[in-house]
């Protein structure tokens, strides 16, 4: 399969189709209208679809809270009290993790600040942290009041990547070089897994093991890797990570975000937490007393109950992810990201107009394709946007196109290269 010869073509496109066995997993989602017709939707990479059983499972909780009202906390086998184990398996799964090593909690920005109290303890010896340049904003926001916080100056304590002159993406030799240049002094090194604005996937088992070797922690926001790209967090030896459901993971606008805490902090009395009681002994919950003792895994940096509506919508998604299953979709993905690729290359030919900016390595990035555009910009974007393709545009001059293998076919790939075409004609 490595090795095919792309067409461009529809029926090349409707016989690639018939060939995969998820093709029927589109019909489990609703397709967004523009200009009243359904939408050739590209942007799962922002906010992932909705599945047609979301309704009934947050519908379910509704009548349970109606039907049960307290009582619904301890009754049955739903009961809110255990609602958080539902997820684990599913989670672990996608992340590569043992159940104990994840829960579904917060929001992501929320969930980096608390993951942060634990893992960046700066003192005179270690403060420094290594970040991607160009991160994305919440992330720059999060790192840099962390930093105030302990009284630091972000100047001083956070150390960006940016990729070497003239490129785009980031050389893991580089970004080894730069640990080892400051690994006396470094804290933590703490990145995106997936780069939103370039696609680019980084070699987190070996940034991570470098960052051990330089005595340093190695945390990753997986927002735009969850659901995505296949991660092994636990046999990595990654120490924490956090990621939404509401981009790859399709659970709704703002929806419950996630956690990862690897194995070997299960048990880490020493690693400070802003706790609450979720996070107490489940045991001895109800007691009421003083003296936080954690639970131990991920559950012990919970804080507050569970959101159960919340997890609800994510679970219907989740359920759709056991059935297609991560190594499915990522064979998959890389075939039609792989044929996005090779259409903008046919359309864009000799002109250059189009540049792919993401990793040409299907390892090295994900569903998602950054493609420059040096003449027409924004006047494409739109137009193409007024036929039907739901893009993402990042000024001054990216469109972010992301099959998605749960709902994307390679018709939809396709009809958009068609459609970019006619555009580009008209304005490039
Ligand atoms: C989407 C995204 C966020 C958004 O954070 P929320 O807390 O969910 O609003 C943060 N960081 C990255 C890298 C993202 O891709």
Request: net charge negative; proline share 4%.
């Amino acid at each position: 399969m490595k090795n095919i010869n792309y067409e461009y073509s529809e029926a090349f496109a409707r016989k690639m189709d018939e060939h995969d066995s998820l093709l029927e997993f589109r019909k489990k989602f609703f397709f967004p209208q523009v200009n009243g017709k359904e939408a050739l939707y590209f942007c799962g990479n922002s906010l992932g679809l909705q599945p047609k059983t979301t309704e009934a499972y947050i519908k379910k909780e509704l009548e349970n809270w109606a039907k049960l009202a307290v009582d619904g906390h301890f009754y049955g086998e739903d009961a809110w009290y255990h609602v958080r184990k539902k997820s684990k398996p599913a989670l672990a799964a996608i992340v590569g993790a043992h159940e104990h090593e994840v829960v579904a909690m917060n929001n992501l920005t929320s969930n980096l600040h608390f993951l942060m109290v634990s893992f960046y303890r700066p003192d005179q010896k270690r403060y420094k942290i290594i970040t991607e340049a160009g991160a994305f904003p919440s992330d720059m926001y999060m790192l840099e009041t962390q930093v105030k916080f302990h009284g630091l100056d972000p100047e001083k304590c956070i150390i960006e990547l940016a990729p070497r002159a003239g490129e785009y993406i980031l050389r893991t030799e580089d970004i080894l070089k730069v640990i080892e240049e400051n690994k006396e002094n470094l804290a933590l090194v703490m990145m995106a897994g997936l780069q939103y604005y370039t696609g680019q996937v980084f070699d987190m088992e070996v940034i991570t093991e470098a960052a051990h070797e330089a005595g340093a922690y190695a945390g990753f926001d997986l927002a735009h890797a969850a659901g995505n790209v296949p991660l092994q967090l636990h046999d990595w030896g990654v120490d924490f990570a956090t990621w939404c459901s509401y981009k790859y993971l399709n659970s709704g606008p703002g929806n419950i975000s996630g956690i990862f805490v690897h194995e070997r902090h299960a048990e880490s009395p020493e690693l400070p937490r802003f706790a609450g009681w979720w996070g107490h002994d489940e045991g001895e919950r109800f007691r009421m007393e003083k003296g936080f003792k954690p639970m131990y895994g991920a559950d012990g940096w919970q804080l507050a109950n569970s959101n159960v509506l919340a997890l609800a919508a994510h679970q219907a998604s989740l359920d759709i992810f056991e059935e297609a299953g991560m190594e499915r979709l990522r064979k998959k993905s890389e075939l039609l990201t792989g044929y996005l690729e090779f259409l903008i290359h046919e359309i864009s030919g000799k002109s250059g107009v189009l540049e792919i900016i993401t990793p040409k390595n299907p390892s090295e990035r994900g569903c998602q394709l950054s493609l420059l555009i040096h003449k027409g910009g924004k006047a494409v974007f739109d137009e193409f946007y007024n036929h039907g393709v739901v893009g993402d545009w990042r000024n001054p001059n990216v469109i972010r196109i992301a099959p998605t293998p749960l709902y994307n076919s390679f018709l939809d790939v396709y009809q958009f290269a068609k459609i970019l075409e006619q555009s580009l004609q008209k304005f490039a």
